[in-house]
Protein backbone atom coordinates (compact mmCIF):
# COMPACT_ATOMS: atom_id res chain seq x y z
CA UNK A 1 0.00 0.00 0.00
CA UNK A 2 0.98 3.51 -0.31
CA UNK A 3 1.88 4.67 3.13
CA UNK A 4 1.97 8.41 3.97
CA UNK A 5 5.70 8.97 5.48
CA UNK A 6 5.40 12.84 6.20
CA UNK A 7 7.26 13.57 10.10
CA UNK A 8 4.27 14.04 12.45
CA UNK A 9 5.15 16.46 15.45
CA UNK A 10 5.23 14.82 18.83
CA UNK A 11 1.46 17.12 19.91
CA UNK A 12 -0.08 16.03 16.49
CA UNK A 13 0.68 12.48 17.08
CA UNK A 14 0.07 12.40 20.65
CA UNK A 15 -3.53 13.68 19.64
CA UNK A 16 -3.78 10.87 16.98
CA UNK A 17 -2.41 8.50 19.29
CA UNK A 18 -4.99 9.21 21.83
CA UNK A 19 -7.91 10.01 19.68
CA UNK A 20 -7.34 6.50 18.24
CA UNK A 21 -7.13 4.37 21.34
CA UNK A 22 -10.14 6.23 22.74
CA UNK A 23 -12.07 6.47 19.35
CA UNK A 24 -11.93 2.39 19.41
CA UNK A 25 -12.93 1.68 22.82
CA UNK A 26 -16.48 2.40 21.69
CA UNK A 27 -16.26 -0.35 18.85
CA UNK A 28 -17.24 -2.41 21.86
CA UNK A 29 -19.62 -5.24 22.48
CA UNK A 30 -22.62 -5.06 25.41
CA UNK A 31 -22.75 -8.97 25.11
CA UNK A 32 -20.46 -11.24 27.39
CA UNK A 33 -21.00 -15.35 27.46
CA UNK A 34 -20.38 -18.02 29.89
CA UNK A 35 -17.36 -19.17 31.72
CA UNK A 36 -15.96 -21.87 29.53
CA UNK A 37 -16.40 -19.86 25.97
CA UNK A 38 -17.75 -16.54 24.78
CA UNK A 39 -20.95 -17.50 24.40
CA UNK A 40 -23.04 -19.16 21.63
CA UNK A 41 -24.29 -17.20 18.23
CA UNK A 42 -27.51 -18.60 19.55
CA UNK A 43 -26.46 -16.24 22.47
CA UNK A 44 -25.78 -13.64 20.44
CA UNK A 45 -28.62 -13.63 18.68
CA UNK A 46 -31.50 -13.76 21.57
CA UNK A 47 -29.56 -10.94 22.70
CA UNK A 48 -30.11 -9.08 19.43
CA UNK A 49 -34.31 -9.53 19.52
CA UNK A 50 -34.05 -8.63 23.35
CA UNK A 51 -32.70 -5.33 22.71
CA UNK A 52 -33.16 -4.75 19.02
CA UNK A 53 -29.31 -4.23 18.60
CA UNK A 54 -26.74 -5.89 16.53
CA UNK A 55 -25.75 -8.89 17.95
CA UNK A 56 -22.30 -8.05 17.94
CA UNK A 57 -21.27 -4.62 18.13
CA UNK A 58 -25.10 -3.11 20.13
CA UNK A 59 -26.92 -0.17 18.40
CA UNK A 60 -30.15 -0.05 17.40
CA UNK A 61 -28.60 -0.76 13.58
CA UNK A 62 -25.29 -1.47 12.58
CA UNK A 63 -24.63 1.34 10.14
CA UNK A 64 -26.19 4.12 12.43
CA UNK A 65 -23.91 3.24 14.95
CA UNK A 66 -20.88 3.27 12.97
CA UNK A 67 -22.23 7.05 11.96
CA UNK A 68 -23.02 7.91 15.53
CA UNK A 69 -18.97 7.01 15.97
CA UNK A 70 -17.83 8.87 13.37
CA UNK A 71 -19.68 12.07 14.16
CA UNK A 72 -19.26 12.04 18.17
CA UNK A 73 -15.72 13.55 18.06
CA UNK A 74 -15.98 15.43 21.35
CA UNK A 75 -16.53 12.66 23.55
CA UNK A 76 -13.56 10.83 21.94
CA UNK A 77 -11.33 13.98 22.99
CA UNK A 78 -12.21 14.41 26.45
CA UNK A 79 -10.70 11.31 28.11
CA UNK A 80 -6.94 12.45 27.43
CA UNK A 81 -7.04 15.71 29.10
CA UNK A 82 -7.05 14.09 32.65
CA UNK A 83 -3.93 11.18 31.94
CA UNK A 84 -0.70 13.92 31.63
CA UNK A 85 2.29 12.66 29.20
CA UNK A 86 5.40 10.96 30.45
CA UNK A 87 8.54 12.89 30.38
CA UNK A 88 10.60 12.47 26.60
CA UNK A 89 13.33 9.97 28.30
CA UNK A 90 10.68 7.59 29.23
CA UNK A 91 9.78 7.59 25.61
CA UNK A 92 11.27 3.31 25.65
CA UNK A 93 10.06 2.38 28.80
CA UNK A 94 8.84 -0.94 29.79
CA UNK A 95 7.97 -0.85 33.60
CA UNK A 96 8.60 -4.22 34.51
CA UNK A 97 12.09 -4.24 32.87
CA UNK A 98 13.47 -1.23 34.37
CA UNK A 99 16.81 -1.52 35.50
CA UNK A 100 17.36 1.94 36.65
CA UNK A 101 14.21 1.93 39.28
CA UNK A 102 16.05 -1.84 40.01
CA UNK A 103 19.08 -0.38 41.44
CA UNK A 104 17.42 2.97 42.65
CA UNK A 105 14.90 -0.11 45.20
CA UNK A 106 18.42 -1.79 45.80
CA UNK A 107 16.58 -5.05 44.88
CA UNK A 108 19.36 -7.74 45.33
CA UNK A 109 19.68 -9.60 41.75
CA UNK A 110 22.07 -12.32 40.41
CA UNK A 111 23.59 -10.98 37.64
CA UNK A 112 25.58 -14.20 37.21
CA UNK A 113 21.86 -15.78 36.65
CA UNK A 114 20.27 -12.95 34.74
CA UNK A 115 18.14 -12.05 37.29
CA UNK A 116 18.65 -8.30 36.54
CA UNK A 117 16.72 -9.38 32.74
CA UNK A 118 13.69 -10.52 34.74
CA UNK A 119 10.44 -9.05 35.36
CA UNK A 120 10.90 -7.23 38.50
CA UNK A 121 7.63 -4.86 38.60
CA UNK A 122 7.46 -1.54 40.00
CA UNK A 123 5.59 -0.99 43.32
CA UNK A 124 2.00 1.04 43.13
CA UNK A 125 3.88 4.14 44.78
CA UNK A 126 6.41 4.19 41.97
CA UNK A 127 4.46 3.24 38.91
CA UNK A 128 4.49 6.25 35.90
CA UNK A 129 0.46 7.25 35.95
CA UNK A 130 1.21 9.20 32.53
CA UNK A 131 1.43 8.35 28.94
CA UNK A 132 4.35 7.19 27.33
CA UNK A 133 5.24 9.88 24.48
CA UNK A 134 7.35 8.71 21.03
CA UNK A 135 10.91 10.43 19.92
CA UNK A 136 11.24 13.34 18.49
CA UNK A 137 10.76 12.47 14.61
CA UNK A 138 8.75 9.73 14.98
CA UNK A 139 6.93 8.43 11.66
CA UNK A 140 4.06 5.94 11.38
CA UNK A 141 5.72 2.79 10.93
CA UNK A 142 6.25 1.16 7.16
CA UNK A 143 3.97 -1.47 6.72
CA UNK A 144 4.10 -5.04 6.28
CA UNK A 145 5.21 -6.94 4.05
CA UNK A 146 8.04 -3.52 3.08
CA UNK A 147 8.83 -3.52 7.01
CA UNK A 148 10.69 -6.74 6.62
CA UNK A 149 13.40 -4.86 4.96
CA UNK A 150 12.91 -1.41 6.43
CA UNK A 151 12.38 0.99 9.17
CA UNK A 152 12.27 4.24 10.18
CA UNK A 153 15.00 5.24 12.11
CA UNK A 154 13.58 8.13 13.81
CA UNK A 155 11.21 5.52 15.27
CA UNK A 156 14.08 3.65 16.63
CA UNK A 157 17.01 6.01 16.93
CA UNK A 158 20.25 3.38 17.61
CA UNK A 159 22.54 2.37 15.28
CA UNK A 160 25.25 0.99 17.66
CA UNK A 161 23.87 -2.51 16.14
CA UNK A 162 24.68 -1.27 13.09
CA UNK A 163 27.85 -0.65 13.42
CA UNK A 164 28.55 -3.41 16.26
CA UNK A 165 27.14 -6.00 13.27
CA UNK A 166 28.33 -4.40 10.53
CA UNK A 167 30.32 -7.57 9.03
CA UNK A 168 27.66 -10.03 9.95
CA UNK A 169 24.85 -8.19 8.04
CA UNK A 170 22.38 -7.57 11.11
CA UNK A 171 21.54 -4.50 10.11
CA UNK A 172 22.51 -1.03 8.10
CA UNK A 173 21.46 2.52 8.25
CA UNK A 174 21.04 3.69 5.01
CA UNK A 175 19.86 7.76 5.29
CA UNK A 176 16.53 8.06 6.94
CA UNK A 177 16.25 3.82 7.23
CA UNK A 178 17.72 1.21 9.35
CA UNK A 179 17.60 -1.57 6.27
CA UNK A 180 18.30 -5.27 6.81
CA UNK A 181 19.80 -7.78 4.79
CA UNK A 182 18.73 -10.89 6.77
CA UNK A 183 22.59 -11.81 7.80
CA UNK A 184 22.92 -13.27 11.50
CA UNK A 185 26.10 -14.32 13.43
CA UNK A 186 26.09 -17.60 11.84
CA UNK A 187 24.91 -17.07 8.98
CA UNK A 188 25.96 -14.17 7.15
CA UNK A 189 25.29 -14.94 3.10
CA UNK A 190 21.40 -14.44 4.67
CA UNK A 191 18.92 -16.52 7.13
CA UNK A 192 16.88 -18.14 3.64
CA UNK A 193 20.20 -20.09 2.79
CA UNK A 194 21.28 -21.00 6.36
CA UNK A 195 17.58 -22.58 6.97
CA UNK A 196 17.71 -24.52 3.58
CA UNK A 197 20.87 -25.17 5.11
CA UNK A 198 18.85 -27.00 8.22
CA UNK A 199 16.73 -28.76 6.43
CA UNK A 200 19.40 -30.52 4.02
CA UNK A 201 20.66 -31.46 7.72
CA UNK A 202 17.41 -33.10 8.22
CA UNK A 203 16.76 -34.84 4.87
CA UNK A 204 13.62 -33.04 5.09
CA UNK A 205 11.20 -33.08 1.77
CA UNK A 206 12.48 -30.70 -1.20
CA UNK A 207 14.34 -28.84 1.85
CA UNK A 208 11.75 -27.60 3.25
CA UNK A 209 12.44 -27.02 7.18
CA UNK A 210 8.48 -27.42 7.80
CA UNK A 211 8.51 -31.26 6.76
CA UNK A 212 5.31 -31.42 5.34
CA UNK A 213 3.65 -28.86 8.21
CA UNK A 214 5.30 -31.14 11.13
CA UNK A 215 7.48 -28.21 12.43
CA UNK A 216 5.44 -25.06 12.74
CA UNK A 217 5.97 -23.81 16.19
CA UNK A 218 9.93 -22.64 16.71
CA UNK A 219 11.67 -21.06 19.89
CA UNK A 220 14.72 -18.70 18.70
CA UNK A 221 16.90 -18.29 21.73
CA UNK A 222 19.40 -14.68 21.96
CA UNK A 223 16.96 -14.27 18.43
CA UNK A 224 19.13 -10.60 17.21
CA UNK A 225 16.42 -8.42 15.45
CA UNK A 226 14.49 -11.84 14.37
CA UNK A 227 15.81 -12.41 10.40
CA UNK A 228 15.61 -16.15 11.24
CA UNK A 229 12.17 -15.82 12.31
CA UNK A 230 11.49 -13.64 9.65
CA UNK A 231 12.77 -15.76 6.80
CA UNK A 232 11.01 -19.03 8.56
CA UNK A 233 7.21 -17.29 7.82
CA UNK A 234 7.46 -17.67 4.37
CA UNK A 235 7.33 -21.60 5.57
CA UNK A 236 4.41 -21.35 7.25
CA UNK A 237 6.40 -22.03 10.12
CA UNK A 238 6.04 -19.26 13.17
CA UNK A 239 9.05 -18.64 15.70
CA UNK A 240 8.87 -17.04 19.04
CA UNK A 241 11.57 -15.13 18.85
CA UNK A 242 12.81 -14.04 22.44
CA UNK A 243 15.94 -12.21 23.65
CA UNK A 244 16.23 -9.95 26.84
CA UNK A 245 16.68 -6.19 27.21
CA UNK A 246 20.19 -6.81 27.54
CA UNK A 247 23.29 -4.41 26.04
CA UNK A 248 21.82 -5.18 22.55
CA UNK A 249 18.47 -3.76 24.45
CA UNK A 250 16.90 -2.63 21.49
CA UNK A 251 16.89 -6.31 19.33
CA UNK A 252 13.46 -7.02 19.98
CA UNK A 253 12.22 -3.56 19.41
CA UNK A 254 13.27 -3.57 15.81
CA UNK A 255 12.17 -6.99 15.53
CA UNK A 256 8.74 -5.88 16.31
CA UNK A 257 8.91 -2.71 14.39
CA UNK A 258 9.87 -4.97 11.59
CA UNK A 259 6.26 -6.94 12.58
CA UNK A 260 8.58 -10.21 13.46
CA UNK A 261 6.69 -12.44 15.79
CA UNK A 262 9.17 -11.51 18.98
CA UNK A 263 9.36 -11.05 22.48
CA UNK A 264 11.31 -9.80 25.50
CA UNK A 265 12.74 -12.60 27.39
CA UNK A 266 15.46 -14.52 29.23
CA UNK A 267 16.78 -18.09 30.64
CA UNK A 268 17.57 -17.16 33.59
CA UNK A 269 16.04 -18.51 37.10
CA UNK A 270 12.34 -18.45 36.50
CA UNK A 271 10.68 -20.92 33.51
CA UNK A 272 9.35 -19.39 30.70
CA UNK A 273 6.44 -18.22 29.98
CA UNK A 274 5.38 -21.25 27.49
CA UNK A 275 3.40 -24.41 28.29
CA UNK A 276 5.56 -28.22 28.24
CA UNK A 277 5.70 -29.63 24.97
CA UNK A 278 5.00 -26.12 22.67
CA UNK A 279 7.94 -26.23 20.09
CA UNK A 280 9.13 -28.40 16.86
CA UNK A 281 12.54 -26.96 17.48
CA UNK A 282 14.65 -25.01 19.11
CA UNK A 283 17.66 -22.91 17.27
CA UNK A 284 20.52 -20.83 19.00
CA UNK A 285 22.75 -19.15 17.05
CA UNK A 286 25.35 -18.04 18.95
CA UNK A 287 23.51 -17.10 21.40
CA UNK A 288 25.97 -17.05 24.42
CA UNK A 289 23.97 -19.23 26.67
CA UNK A 290 25.93 -21.44 29.54
CA UNK A 291 24.13 -24.21 28.88
CA UNK A 292 26.38 -26.17 31.29
CA UNK A 293 25.45 -24.11 34.33
CA UNK A 294 23.53 -25.03 36.98
CA UNK A 295 23.44 -28.94 36.38
CA UNK A 296 22.46 -27.93 32.64
CA UNK A 297 18.85 -26.39 34.11
CA UNK A 298 18.93 -23.97 30.67
CA UNK A 299 19.00 -27.35 28.25
CA UNK A 300 16.57 -28.85 30.88
CA UNK A 301 14.04 -25.84 30.14
CA UNK A 302 14.34 -26.84 26.64
CA UNK A 303 13.55 -30.04 27.15
CA UNK A 304 10.47 -29.06 28.86
CA UNK A 305 9.00 -26.83 25.85
CA UNK A 306 10.33 -29.22 23.26
CA UNK A 307 7.62 -31.65 21.82
CA UNK A 308 8.46 -35.18 21.72
CA UNK A 309 10.79 -35.68 18.94
CA UNK A 310 11.80 -32.12 18.55
CA UNK A 311 15.26 -30.82 17.81
CA UNK A 312 17.72 -28.18 19.00
CA UNK A 313 19.61 -26.60 16.22
CA UNK A 314 22.79 -24.92 17.39
CA UNK A 315 25.14 -23.23 15.47
CA UNK A 316 28.31 -21.87 17.74
CA UNK A 317 32.05 -22.22 18.19
CA UNK A 318 31.84 -25.67 20.61
CA UNK A 319 30.08 -27.17 17.49
CA UNK A 320 33.11 -26.74 15.57
CA UNK A 321 36.69 -25.55 17.01
CA UNK A 322 39.17 -27.95 18.25
CA UNK A 323 40.68 -25.60 20.53
CA UNK A 324 41.09 -27.12 24.50
CA UNK A 325 38.42 -24.68 25.81
CA UNK A 326 35.76 -25.54 23.12
CA UNK A 327 36.30 -29.34 22.79
CA UNK A 328 35.59 -29.07 26.67
CA UNK A 329 32.12 -27.67 26.51
CA UNK A 330 31.67 -29.91 23.59
CA UNK A 331 32.65 -32.90 25.35
CA UNK A 332 30.29 -31.36 28.50
CA UNK A 333 27.50 -30.94 26.52
CA UNK A 334 27.36 -33.86 24.48
CA UNK A 335 27.77 -35.78 28.03
CA UNK A 336 24.63 -34.26 29.61
CA UNK A 337 22.58 -34.16 26.41
CA UNK A 338 23.24 -38.55 26.20
CA UNK A 339 22.29 -38.74 29.91
CA UNK A 340 19.05 -36.61 28.89
CA UNK A 341 18.55 -39.38 25.93
CA UNK A 342 19.02 -36.78 23.36
CA UNK A 343 20.79 -37.65 20.05
CA UNK A 344 22.88 -36.18 17.52
CA UNK A 345 20.10 -35.82 14.76
CA UNK A 346 22.87 -34.23 12.20
CA UNK A 347 25.89 -32.18 12.37
CA UNK A 348 27.95 -30.21 9.52
CA UNK A 349 30.09 -27.51 9.80
CA UNK A 350 29.19 -24.75 12.18
CA UNK A 351 25.90 -26.58 13.23
CA UNK A 352 24.90 -29.59 15.44
CA UNK A 353 21.14 -30.32 15.61
CA UNK A 354 20.13 -32.73 18.54
CA UNK A 355 16.79 -34.48 18.59
CA UNK A 356 14.97 -35.31 21.66
CA UNK A 357 12.94 -38.85 22.46
CA UNK A 358 9.62 -39.56 21.55
CA UNK A 359 8.85 -41.42 24.72
CA UNK A 360 9.61 -42.48 28.22
CA UNK A 361 11.28 -45.33 27.05
CA UNK A 362 15.26 -44.57 27.45
CA UNK A 363 14.60 -42.86 30.50
CA UNK A 364 13.67 -45.55 32.44
CA UNK A 365 16.78 -47.66 30.74
CA UNK A 366 18.94 -45.22 32.78
CA UNK A 367 21.27 -46.36 35.42
CA UNK A 368 20.09 -45.62 38.80
CA UNK A 369 20.79 -42.36 40.10
CA UNK A 370 22.03 -41.04 36.62
CA UNK A 371 21.92 -37.24 36.75
CA UNK A 372 19.61 -35.72 35.74
CA UNK A 373 16.73 -37.29 37.31
CA UNK A 374 13.32 -37.00 36.64
CA UNK A 375 10.61 -34.14 37.63
CA UNK A 376 8.54 -35.80 40.19
CA UNK A 377 5.30 -36.77 39.80
CA UNK A 378 3.89 -33.60 41.83
CA UNK A 379 5.52 -31.49 39.57
CA UNK A 380 3.37 -29.82 36.51
CA UNK A 381 5.35 -29.00 33.65
CA UNK A 382 3.10 -26.43 32.15
CA UNK A 383 3.07 -24.07 35.78
CA UNK A 384 5.14 -21.01 34.51
CA UNK A 385 4.19 -17.63 35.99
CA UNK A 386 7.14 -16.89 38.68
CA UNK A 387 7.81 -20.47 38.80
CA UNK A 388 11.98 -21.30 39.21
CA UNK A 389 13.08 -23.45 36.46
CA UNK A 390 13.86 -26.74 38.05
CA UNK A 391 16.75 -29.11 37.04
CA UNK A 392 14.92 -32.36 36.41
CA UNK A 393 13.27 -33.99 33.14
CA UNK A 394 10.01 -33.77 32.79
CA UNK A 395 9.00 -36.93 31.30
CA UNK A 396 5.58 -37.53 29.22
CA UNK A 397 2.50 -38.47 30.00
CA UNK A 398 1.18 -41.80 30.06
CA UNK A 399 -0.38 -40.82 26.58
CA UNK A 400 2.28 -39.07 24.98
CA UNK A 401 4.96 -41.79 25.67
CA UNK A 402 2.49 -44.29 24.38
CA UNK A 403 1.53 -42.73 21.10
CA UNK A 404 5.10 -42.23 20.69
CA UNK A 405 4.77 -38.04 19.76
CA UNK A 406 2.44 -35.19 20.70
CA UNK A 407 -0.83 -36.69 18.17
CA UNK A 408 -0.84 -33.44 16.61
CA UNK A 409 -1.83 -33.11 12.53
CA UNK A 410 0.50 -31.18 10.22
CA UNK A 411 -0.13 -27.32 9.63
CA UNK A 412 -2.87 -25.97 8.45
CA UNK A 413 -4.96 -28.51 9.76
CA UNK A 414 -3.79 -28.65 13.18
CA UNK A 415 -5.18 -24.97 13.14
CA UNK A 416 -9.06 -26.19 13.65
CA UNK A 417 -8.50 -29.84 14.91
CA UNK A 418 -9.08 -30.43 18.41
CA UNK A 419 -6.14 -30.75 20.51
CA UNK A 420 -5.11 -34.20 22.44
CA UNK A 421 -4.49 -32.34 25.56
CA UNK A 422 -8.29 -30.72 25.33
CA UNK A 423 -8.76 -33.37 28.24
CA UNK A 424 -6.56 -31.72 30.58
CA UNK A 425 -8.65 -28.84 30.76
CA UNK A 426 -11.76 -30.39 30.52
CA UNK A 427 -13.32 -29.51 27.43
CA UNK A 428 -14.87 -31.39 24.92
CA UNK A 429 -14.05 -31.68 20.64
CA UNK A 430 -17.62 -30.08 20.10
CA UNK A 431 -17.14 -26.91 22.48
CA UNK A 432 -13.54 -26.09 21.10
CA UNK A 433 -15.06 -26.64 17.36
CA UNK A 434 -18.50 -24.40 19.09
CA UNK A 435 -16.11 -21.47 20.16
CA UNK A 436 -14.06 -21.60 16.49
CA UNK A 437 -17.61 -20.81 14.97
CA UNK A 438 -18.53 -18.44 17.07
CA UNK A 439 -15.06 -16.38 16.72
CA UNK A 440 -15.55 -16.54 13.27
CA UNK A 441 -18.54 -15.08 13.13
CA UNK A 442 -17.07 -12.13 15.88
CA UNK A 443 -14.04 -11.45 13.48
CA UNK A 444 -16.12 -11.09 10.84
CA UNK A 445 -17.98 -8.39 12.18
CA UNK A 446 -15.00 -6.55 13.99
CA UNK A 447 -13.41 -6.66 10.41
CA UNK A 448 -16.42 -5.09 8.93
CA UNK A 449 -16.24 -2.42 11.38
CA UNK A 450 -12.82 -1.79 11.28
CA UNK A 451 -13.37 -1.09 7.23
CA UNK A 452 -14.11 2.99 8.06
CA UNK A 453 -11.25 2.99 10.69
CA UNK A 454 -7.96 1.66 8.66
CA UNK A 455 -6.10 1.36 5.79
CA UNK A 456 -5.38 -1.89 3.70
CA UNK A 457 -2.01 -3.40 5.47
CA UNK A 458 -2.29 -1.05 8.32
CA UNK A 459 -2.82 -4.01 11.21
CA UNK A 460 0.22 -6.17 11.68
CA UNK A 461 1.03 -6.81 14.93
CA UNK A 462 -1.75 -8.32 16.84
CA UNK A 463 -2.82 -9.15 20.87
CA UNK A 464 -5.25 -10.59 22.01
CA UNK A 465 -5.05 -10.01 25.51
CA UNK A 466 -7.28 -13.21 26.99
CA UNK A 467 -6.97 -16.04 24.18
CA UNK A 468 -8.61 -18.98 25.83
CA UNK A 469 -8.74 -21.46 23.37
CA UNK A 470 -7.42 -19.15 20.06
CA UNK A 471 -10.03 -18.85 18.46
CA UNK A 472 -9.74 -14.97 17.86
CA UNK A 473 -6.55 -15.94 16.39
CA UNK A 474 -7.63 -18.61 14.48
CA UNK A 475 -10.27 -16.68 12.43
CA UNK A 476 -7.36 -13.97 11.77
CA UNK A 477 -5.68 -17.06 9.83
CA UNK A 478 -6.60 -15.38 6.45
CA UNK A 479 -5.11 -12.32 7.38
CA UNK A 480 -1.67 -11.21 6.85
CA UNK A 481 -1.17 -10.24 10.76
CA UNK A 482 1.00 -12.11 13.24
CA UNK A 483 -1.34 -12.58 16.30
CA UNK A 484 0.66 -12.92 19.93
CA UNK A 485 -1.85 -14.61 22.38
CA UNK A 486 -2.06 -14.19 26.15
CA UNK A 487 -3.36 -16.09 28.41
CA UNK A 488 -4.09 -14.72 32.23
CA UNK A 489 -2.66 -16.43 34.61
CA UNK A 490 -5.94 -17.58 36.13
CA UNK A 491 -6.30 -19.45 32.59
CA UNK A 492 -2.73 -20.31 32.04
CA UNK A 493 -3.31 -24.28 31.31
CA UNK A 494 -5.39 -23.03 28.01
CA UNK A 495 -2.02 -22.13 26.59
CA UNK A 496 -1.04 -25.31 25.66
CA UNK A 497 -3.94 -25.75 23.52
CA UNK A 498 -2.74 -22.24 21.77
CA UNK A 499 0.66 -24.04 21.11
CA UNK A 500 -1.30 -27.27 19.55
CA UNK A 501 -3.06 -25.14 17.09
CA UNK A 502 0.17 -23.75 15.58
CA UNK A 503 0.05 -20.68 17.25
CA UNK A 504 1.76 -18.95 19.80
CA UNK A 505 1.44 -17.09 23.01
CA UNK A 506 2.54 -16.38 26.75
CA UNK A 507 1.13 -15.87 30.44
CA UNK A 508 0.51 -12.49 31.97
CA UNK A 509 -1.19 -11.04 34.87
CA UNK A 510 -2.87 -8.00 34.16
CA UNK A 511 -2.46 -6.41 37.48
CA UNK A 512 1.24 -5.58 35.76
CA UNK A 513 2.57 -4.22 33.39
CA UNK A 514 2.88 -6.45 29.90
CA UNK A 515 6.53 -6.87 29.05
CA UNK A 516 7.02 -5.14 25.38
CA UNK A 517 8.50 -1.79 23.98
CA UNK A 518 6.34 0.27 23.51
CA UNK A 519 4.20 1.83 20.41
CA UNK A 520 4.69 -2.40 19.29
CA UNK A 521 1.32 -3.36 18.50
CA UNK A 522 -2.03 -2.38 15.74
CA UNK A 523 -4.37 -4.09 17.48
CA UNK A 524 -5.21 -5.06 21.31
CA UNK A 525 -8.29 -7.39 21.83
CA UNK A 526 -9.54 -7.49 25.50
CA UNK A 527 -12.31 -10.36 25.76
CA UNK A 528 -13.43 -9.91 29.30
CA UNK A 529 -9.98 -8.84 30.56
CA UNK A 530 -11.91 -5.54 32.46
CA UNK A 531 -13.94 -7.95 34.45
CA UNK A 532 -11.29 -10.20 35.64
CA UNK A 533 -9.12 -7.39 36.57
CA UNK A 534 -11.44 -5.40 38.72
CA UNK A 535 -12.70 -8.80 40.21
CA UNK A 536 -9.34 -8.99 41.72
CA UNK A 537 -8.88 -5.14 42.79
CA UNK A 538 -6.81 -4.29 40.27
CA UNK A 539 -6.58 -0.93 38.84
CA UNK A 540 -8.25 -0.44 35.26
CA UNK A 541 -6.57 3.00 34.90
CA UNK A 542 -3.17 1.39 35.67
CA UNK A 543 -4.46 -1.34 32.58
CA UNK A 544 -5.13 1.48 30.10
CA UNK A 545 -2.64 3.73 30.58
CA UNK A 546 -0.27 0.16 29.45
CA UNK A 547 -2.32 -0.65 26.58
CA UNK A 548 -1.78 3.34 25.31
CA UNK A 549 1.80 2.24 25.85
CA UNK A 550 1.79 -0.95 24.11
CA UNK A 551 -0.24 0.37 21.05
CA UNK A 552 1.19 1.96 18.01
CA UNK A 553 -0.12 5.85 17.15
CA UNK A 554 -3.34 5.17 14.99
CA UNK A 555 -3.70 1.73 17.00
CA UNK A 556 -6.75 0.31 17.48
CA UNK A 557 -8.43 -0.93 20.96
CA UNK A 558 -11.48 -3.90 20.59
CA UNK A 559 -13.28 -3.90 24.45
CA UNK A 560 -15.35 -6.85 25.02
CA UNK A 561 -17.08 -7.41 28.28
CA UNK A 562 -19.80 -6.78 30.27
CA UNK A 563 -21.96 -3.91 30.00
CA UNK A 564 -21.21 -1.95 33.15
CA UNK A 565 -17.43 -2.63 32.19
CA UNK A 566 -17.88 -1.19 29.08
CA UNK A 567 -19.43 2.09 30.21
CA UNK A 568 -17.43 2.79 32.84
CA UNK A 569 -14.31 2.42 30.91
CA UNK A 570 -15.74 4.50 27.66
Not at 11 to 36: H, N, W
Request: with cysteine.
Amino acid sequence: MKQKIEQISTPKLLRYFLVGIISVLLILSLYYGSSFAPGSRKSDEAASRRYGSDPVFGGSSRYGYRADLLKDESRLLEFPKTIPICDLKYSELIPCLDRILNYQLKLKVNLSLMEHYERHCPPPERRYNCLIPPPVGYKIPIRWPASRDEVWKANIPHTHLAKEKQDQHWMVVDGDKIKFPGGGTHFHDGADKYIIGLAQMLKFPDDKLHNGGNIRNVLDVGCGVASFGAYLLPLDIIAMSLAPNDVHENQIQFALERGIPSTLGVLGTKRLPYPSRSFELAHCSRCRIDWLQRDGILLLELDRVLRPGGYFAYSSPEAYEKDPENLRIWNAMSNLLKRMCWRVAAKKGQTVIWAKPVSNSCYFKREPGTQPPLCSSGDDPDATWNVLMKACISPYSTKMHKEKGSGLVPWPRRLTAASPRLEEIGVSPEEFHEDSRIWNFRVIEYWELMKILVEKNFIRNVMDMNSNLGGFAAALKDKDVWLMNVAPVNMSARLKIIYDRGLIGTVHDWCESFSTYPRTYDLLHAWMVFSEIEERGCSAEDLLIDMDRILRPHGIVIIRDKASIVKKEC
